[in-house]
């Protein structure tokens, strides 16, 4: 089992929708869970970060966490085109500093 | 603005020499930098954690000999590709907590696109 897991893809929205990402990971310790956005051949920027159980909006963007599930996910309201990137679930596994990636989502939004 | 530098964006060598990418923390001091790897299509797979002052620390698979990192000051950290051979051609990204907070998110540099030729 991978230690984060996201769908490949593509998924694709038409302009103005809600596009809604998952991710699960396996390590129960984990305490800190970030979604990165990379455009093809650009390095990941940070998008969000969320620590605790619930949901954590900014603009946009939702992330909603729920550890007994071992689970988060990143809602994009209004989807826009240049949303179209690829979404990198990543997560710190204990205390090790370092980030785990998933293999990331490619998400389209078509006008 | 950009908080993690990178140099070069870009390399082109020829198979069997070396290449030296260099990674500076812009206005924070680093003391652990990462480093990762992402060949096309695929997700970014950590390389090593480099520590100021002391060893890095090579994940398993990833030959220490081969990928050479030296974390000089608390801003600076390089890794050397050794005797590079085609198959070492990927994107290599440094990356570094902006924070000592262990729970920080890590800021990334622009990358290296290495082609070995």
């Known amino acids: 089992q991978k230690e984060v897991e996201q769908n490949s893809g593509p998924l694709s929205v038409p302009e103005g929708a809600i596009a809604s990402l998952n991710c699960t990971y396996s390590?129960?310790?984990?305490?800190?869970f970030f979604w990165y956005r990379q455009y093809s051949g650009k390095s990941p920027e940070l998008i969000m970060s969320?620590?605790?159980?619930g949901d954590k909006e900014d603009g946009r963007f939702t992330a909603q966490l729920n550890k007994a599930s071992q689970y988060v996910s990143l809602l994009i309201r209004d989807s826009q085109p240049s949303d179209s990137a690829t979404y990198l679930c990543?997560?710190?596994?204990?205390?090790?500093?370092?980030?785990?990636f998933g293999q990331g989502t490619t998400l389209q939004v078509k006008p | 603005g950009a908080v993690v530098s990178q140099h070069p964006s870009r390399v082109i060598c020829k198979s069997g020499t070396s290449v030296k990418i260099e990674c500076r923390s812009l206005?924070?001091?680093?003391?652990?930098m990462f480093w990762y790897r992402q060949f096309p299509k695929q997700s970014l797979m950590l390389m090593a954690t480099?520590?100021?002052?002391?060893?890095?620390?090579?994940e398993q698979g990833v030959e220490k000999d081969k990928f050479l990192i030296n974390h000089a000051s608390l801003t600076l950290s390089t890794l050397t590709v050794t005797s590079a051979h085609p198959e070492d051609s990927s994107f290599y990204i440094c990356?570094?907590?902006?924070?000592?907070?262990?729970?920080?998110?890590?800021?990334f540099g622009n990358g290296t696109r290495l082609t070995v030729t």
């Open positions: 990356s570094a907590p902006r924070d000592r907070d262990w729970g920080s998110p890590l800021h």
């Open positions: 390590d129960r310790v984990s305490q800190s």
């Open positions: 969320i620590y605790s159980n």
């Open positions: 990543a997560v710190k596994p204990g205390n090790t500093g370092k980030l785990i």
């Open positions: 206005d924070f001091q680093a003391t652990t």
């Open positions: 480099s520590n100021e002052g002391s060893k890095a620390t090579y």
